[in-house]
């Protein structure tokens, strides 16, 4: 008796239950979008595609404009400000194990937050030394080997290290 009871009671609640559970897998991922030729830096505004090195993208909430950059630096600069972080839906940058520095191909992108960088190479890109992105731990130390520079995970790029503090 008490389980039918338990189950008239459950019943009228399946519904909601279905509703709630199909909203979750109905959000649209974010996915990197290409850098077109004349596009501009959102924080310097130098052209993007003029220069060597990885680039970066940030995607905020409820926005529909996507903010590139031309550098990983620039994107760091920017999505770890305090004001900006916490409109963060989702962080790309050029996996450089699979493209061309000189040119980086836009179906590099991967996502930042589990990307590995290279902080402190010798390699250059706009403005100076390079954060180099890579997908696999392991090319970011063959590339670290190669110009110089330590490994790093994502968490551990900070404002004070993109400073030299």
Known sequence: MKKMICLLFLLPLLPL??????????????????????????????????????????????QSVVPKFCSTRDMFNFSLQAENKRQISALFVHDMGATDWELPGDDAFIDAKTAWYVYGTSKKAVMGPAVASFKRQSQAVKFAREFGGAVLPFEQVDLALLSGE
Not at 26 to 42: G, L, N, S
């Open 17 to 62: 239950l279905q509703a709630c559970t199909q909203g979750a897998t109905d959000v649209p991922q974010a996915k990197a979008e290409a850098i077109e030729k004349h596009e501009r830096c959102h924080l310097c505004g130098m052209m993007i595609t003029k220069y060597p090195g990885p680039k970066g993208q940030v995607h905020l909430k409820g």
